[in-house]
């Protein structure tokens, strides 16, 4: 069974509050708000989140799924239900965008909700392994807003990675069932 971590990132381009105007805030620590509307301006209705903060998967994982996770504010965006995105991530290693997943929101909803786009079986159309996640160009991309009506496309308050992995098992010992009874000596693995 693969075992999920989250991921962090430090730093955003466009949407908007972004580092441009002051504020990652939106991004790091879920203290502010982030939007994402093609309609009001166009550098809005693009952005990137990078700069991960920390190197916690285990360099032999190996990745069976992604998940980038956010946290939509309940903001009611106008009076049209629904608005469109994409989302895409920028694999380093091999300098190409993964596949695109296109994700719905629902611009009357006025309570928070987390939006997760991929799942912990969806590897994007790449391969993954940690260096791939730490290289220097890796970043998520939104973009491609639809929306349908005077509103918001989407309102969010923070966003993180979510990757599921199985540990390598090379060099355990794994029993599935039965009992090891060790009455003296030395087990040498």
């Not at 009076?79 to 695109?100: K, L, P």
């Not at 009357?108 to 160009?137: C, M, N, R």
């Amino acid at each position: 069974m693969a075992t999920p971590i989250n991921l962090f990132f430090g730093d955003m381009d466009g949407g908007y509050p972004n580092a441009a105007n002051g504020s990652t805030s939106a991004i790091t620590n879920d203290s502010n708000t982030f939007f994402l509307d093609a309609g009001k301006n166009a550098s809005y209705g693009d952005m990137e989140v990078y700069d991960l903060q920390t190197s916690i998967l285990p360099v032999d994982a190996t990745i069976t799924g992604i998940e980038v996770r956010i946290l939509n504010s309940g903001y009611s965006g106008g009076s049209a239900g629904s608005s469109t995105f994409d989302c895409e991530i920028f694999h380093g290693i091999d300098s190409q965008y993964s596949n695109t997943i296109s994700t719905e929101v629902d611009n009357l909803q006025t309570s928070p909700e987390e939006i997760v786009i991929g799942d912990s079986t969806q590897l994007w159309g790449k391969t993954w392994t940690k260096a791939d996640f730490y290289h220097s160009s890796f970043k998520v991309h939104f973009d491609n807003m639809v929306e349908n009506g005077p509103q918001i496309g989407l309102v969010g308050t923070f966003i993180y990675m979510r990757v599921y992995y199985e540990a390598s098992t090379s060099g355990l010992l794994k029993l599935d069932s039965g009992l090891v009874q060790l009455n003296s000596g030395l087990i040498t693995i």
